[in-house]
């Protein structure tokens, strides 16, 4: 389903630590339309919801929304560190572009159909 780097391991296990609001809290992780690419990604400390799929990995726990397991299946979490572009990251296969910000993607939409997107700026999530 999806995979964390070491990284994320040690960074979302030290978040939700600090976050949890429950013993059953985790990074959910949800797909939506919108963004500058056609869909955007959600992450939020929360507990499931029915039918969401969990997945942990040490003290490391992904929520993936109920909606959203087909476009997140096989995508692989990783963390960066960097000055300027610190967060988890999604390296998800199901994307056919990403935008520039890396928070959504265009997925390669079957018979030609064009993804529809909201016309937000890149950046502005």
């Known amino acids: 389903m999806i995979t964390l780097t070491e990284k994320a391991i040690t960074e979302l296990g030290a978040l939700l630590e600090k976050k949890a609001k429950s013993p059953a809290s985790g990074l959910r992780l949800a797909v939506v339309r919108g963004g500058c690419a056609g869909w955007s990604y959600q992450m939020q400390v ?21 909606d959203s ?41 079957p018979s030609g159909a064009e993804p529809v997107a909201d016309g937000e700026a890149c950046g502005t999530h």
Not at 46 to 60: C, I, L
Not at 85 to 103: E, L, M, Q, V, Y
Request: hydrophobic share 35%; aromatic share 4%.
């Open 46 to 66: 929360a507990d499931p919801e029915p039918n969401d799929v969990v997945v942990e990995s040490g003290k490391a726990r992904v929520i993936v929304a109920a």
């Open 69 to 109: 397991v087909d476009r997140l299946s096989g995508c692989e979490i990783d963390f960066s560190d960097d000055l300027t572009d610190a967060g988890f990251k999604i390296h998800n296969p199901h994307a056919a572009r990403s935008c520039g910000c890396g928070t959504s993607f265009e997925t390669a939409e």
